[in-house]
Structures are given as structure tokens and as C-alpha cells.
């Protein structure tokens, strides 16, 4: 929950805030881009979490710098100059954030075993996802209501600080209920100690064996669902003549991010169970890689037949998005099994999780030049296309991966 209220917070709530205050689009797109730039950077400071304290330390001291850093936000916006004082809180914001993330994921993986890890994975997506739902649309919603009655600045600082006392709650917790999630891998006393062992990390992680192959795993079996993710929510909003199914905004949010992400939670719980039952190996790999990209030939029958039956479409999207949760979660167990252990398992996963945001991010970025470029009909048999290289390198991990024998 406690890192879920931070990032919905720098990926909704703050677009909405600068909308309201007339901010440009320009601007806010540029800058909440800007924002959320340390959740794929975490990694060039991940080792540091390595050498000092505990990982419980480095999670409750996170929670505390946010709870602060969201109270100065509320102070910035009386000044005139609240626009460039709360990007510069923002992005401190973001390093707190991400700097937790990676400490919590320490005691994920230091305190749980193999099996663990996959059984409760999904749970992580139900309180993530929870606390997305309850602390984005609902403070953004608080804010509207707040701004009839005591204006815009009042309406945005409460909700601020409402941010505030929740991670300072969520710290207080954290420091005492938490396990500690090991202590320090290497202690160090001096700044060219540190650099030792911050070499030493890296060199750890890409002497790993088979890295390049996994890495390629990672982007290929993303490369289909990375662009559908993009391009799937206006293909609903665009007009039937444009070759999209005509909803409209309120009715594709309601498909996409109520529907849908409930549909992913129960589809992500169910592919932890099954893999904590099964056990993680080649025949449950090839099982989520199918569950996964056959769903996409939903959106391909969508594009194709253009139904009206509002009501078929929304369960066509809901089994979709429980297949996309269930297969996903493949990603997520690979990357426990064979890219996290080792001397340095914090660094491991944080690396790894960015080589994850990245391989979502490139293939997203041009998703678009193809939808415009093909039209929604071709894009979609494109994708289905781009599935292909997903079967053929889940094949191959068995080759590469003893534990997939």
C-alpha cells in the first residue's frame, strides 16, 4: 500500500493538480514525464542499500522523507512560484519513492523463500493496485469537491497533506512491525570503500550467466504487450469510422481502469498460486506466455467485427485483461529466479525490474507511429505477429536455464 499512495500520486493526482491550476499541456506532460524518471533510474543507487543499516531501515526513513516532502508541497502552493518549487519537491518525492521500492523488495526477497515469493507476487498487484484506486481518482475527486467550497490552493494543500500523514503513518508502522530484511551485504566506512563495493555490485549482476539472453527474454516477451497497452484505451475512444468502437472517455475509463485492473489483480493471484503449486519451470513458462498473447486476439476480433453489444465487450476486455495478468506475472518470476539471486538479491531485482519499466517503455514509445501507420485493424495483426518472437524465446530459456530442465 505505502508505495502504491506514492506513485499514483506523481502519475495521476499531480497532472490533474497543474490542470487545474491552467498549467499547459506542453508542460505537464514534459515534467510528470520528468517526475517519474527515478522509478527507472533506481537502480544507479540500489547498491548503496547494500552497504549501510538494515533494508527496514531504508524503508521507514523513506516513508518519513515522503510524509515531509508532501507537507512542503502543500506549503509551496501558496507561493507565486509554487510551479517550479513543487516539480523540485516532486522529483524528491520520486527518489523517496523509488529508494523504498527497492528496500522493500530487499525484504521481499531476502525474508521469503522461492516458493513464497511466487505464492504472494500477486498479492503485491492487489495492494498496489488498491492503493492506486483509493489514493488517485478518489484525491483527485476530494480536490474538485474541496475547490468549491475553500478554492483551488486549500482544495490541492489537503490532499497534499493527506499524502503527508499517510506515509508518515506508514512509517511510524514500518519502523517497528516490518521484518528487517538482512542487514547490510558489506559495511563500509569510507567514500572509497563505498566505491569498491558499488563496483562490486555491478559486476556481479553482468557476470551473471546467460544476462544478455534473459535480457532478451525480458524485451521480447513484453514486445506485443507493451504496444497494446499503449494503443488498446483509444482504440475504444475512437470513432467507428476511424475503425475504434466509438466510447466514449467515461466509459473507456470505466472499461480500462475498473474493469481491467480488477481483472488483473484476480488474473495475477491466480498465476501466483499456480506457479507456487506448480513450480516455475519450462511447462508453466510456455503455459503463461500462451494465456498471455492469445488474449490479444480479442482486441484483433474487436478491431475486426466492430460489435455494439456494449455488454459482450466489456466481458471480451475483462477476460482479456485476466489472461494479460496472468501471463505477465511470468516476467516477475523469472526475474526471482534467475536474475535475483546471488551475493548482492536487492541490487539484483532493482536492476533487473528497470531492464523490465524499459523493455514497456521503447516499445510503447513507438507503438503509436504504428496504430497511425496501419490503422487499428492491421495494428492489431501486427501485434498478434509480435507474439511469435515471446513463443520462441520462452522455448529457448530451457536451453539456457538449468533450473527450466
Not at 512560484?81 to 523509488?98: E, M, T
Not at 511510524?172 to 567514500?191: C, N, Q, R
Not at 494465456?291 to 484483433?300: A, C, D, E, K, P
Request: proline content about 3%; aromatic content about 18%.
Amino acid at each position: 500500500m505505502a508505495r502504491g499512495i506514492p506513485f499514483i500520486a506523481l502519475s495521476g493526482t499531480v497532472a490533474a493538480m497543474y490542470d487545474s491550476f491552467d498549467i499547459t499541456d506542453t508542460e505537464i506532460t514534459f515534467w510528470t514525464s520528468v517526475i517519474m524518471l527515478p522509478w527507472a533510474l533506481k537502480f544507479l543507487w540500489a547498491p548503496l542499500l547494500e552497504m549501510f543499516k538494515t533494508k527496514r531501515y531504508f524503508v521507514y526513513v523513506s516513508q518519513f522523507f515522503l510524509g515531509v516532502l508532501f507537507a512542503l508541497v502543500a506549503v509551496s502552493l501558496i507561493s507565486d512560484r509554487f510551479f517550479g518549487l513543487s516539480i523540485g519537491f516532486f522529483i524528491a518525492i520520486a527518489v523517496a519513492a523509488a529508494t523504498q521500492d527497492a528496500a522493500i523488495d530487499g525484504i521481499y526477497v531476502n525474508e521469503l523463500s522461492a516458493k513464497e515469493q511466487q505464492q504472494f507476487a500477486g498479492w503485491q498487484t492487489v495492494f498496489f493496485t488498491l492503493a492506486k484506486s483509493l489514493f488517485g481518482p478518489g484525491m483527485v475527486a476530494l480536490a474538485f469537491l474541496l475547490q468549491e467550497s475553500y478554492g483551488l490552493k486549500i482544495a490541492w494543500m489537503v490532499v497534499m497533506l493527506i499524502y503527508a500523514v499517510l506515509m508518515i503513518t506508514a512509517g511510524v508502522i514500518s519502523a517497528t512491525k516490518i521484518p528487517e530484511g538482512g542487514t547490510a551485504v558489506h559495511e563500509v566506512e569510507s567514500a572509497p570503500e563505498a566505491a569498491v563495493i558499488y563496483k562490486d555490485v555491478m559486476l556481479q549482476f553482468f557476470k551473471k550467466k546467460h544476462l544478455f539472453f534473459g535480457i532478451g527474454f525480458i524485451f521480447l516477451f513484453r514486445l506485443a504487450e507493451a504496444q497494446v497497452v499503449k494503443i488498446a484505451p483509444l482504440f475504444f475512444k475512437a470513432s467507428r469510422i476511424e475503425g475504434g468502437l466509438g466510447f466514449d472517455k467515461s466509459d473507456a475509463s470505466f472499461i480500462f481502469d475498473i474493469v481491467g485492473l480488477f481483472a488483473i489483480v484476480i488474473g495475477s493471484l491466480a498465476a501466483s498460486y499456480f506457479a507456487a503449486a506448480k513450480s516455475f519451470n519450462h511447462k508453466t513458462l510456455m503455459t503463461l506466455c500462451a494465456v498471455m498473447n492469445l488474449s490479444y486476439l480479442v482486441y484483433t476480433y474487436l478491431a475486426i467485427a466492430q460489435p455494439v453489444d456494449e455488454l459482450s465487450i466489456i466481458f471480451m476486455v475483462a477476460f482479456q485483461h485476466l489472461c494479460y495478468g496472468f501471463g505477465l506475472m511470468a516476467l516477475l518470476f523469472f526475474i526471482l529466479q534467475e536474475l535475483t539471486p546471488g551475493k548482492y538479491r536487492l541490487a539484483n531485482f532493482s536492476f533487473a525490474m528497470a531492464i523490465m519499466y524499459l523493455a514497456y517503455l521503447l516499445p510503447g514509445m513507438v507503438s503509436g507511429f504504428f496504430s497511425d501507420y496501419m490503422g487499428y485493424y492491421e495494428f492489431f495483426v501486427w501485434i498478434i505477429i509480435c507474439t511469435i518472437p515471446a513463443y520462441i524465446i520462452s522455448a529457448l530459456v530451457l536451453c539456457h536455464f538449468s533450473p527450466f530442465g
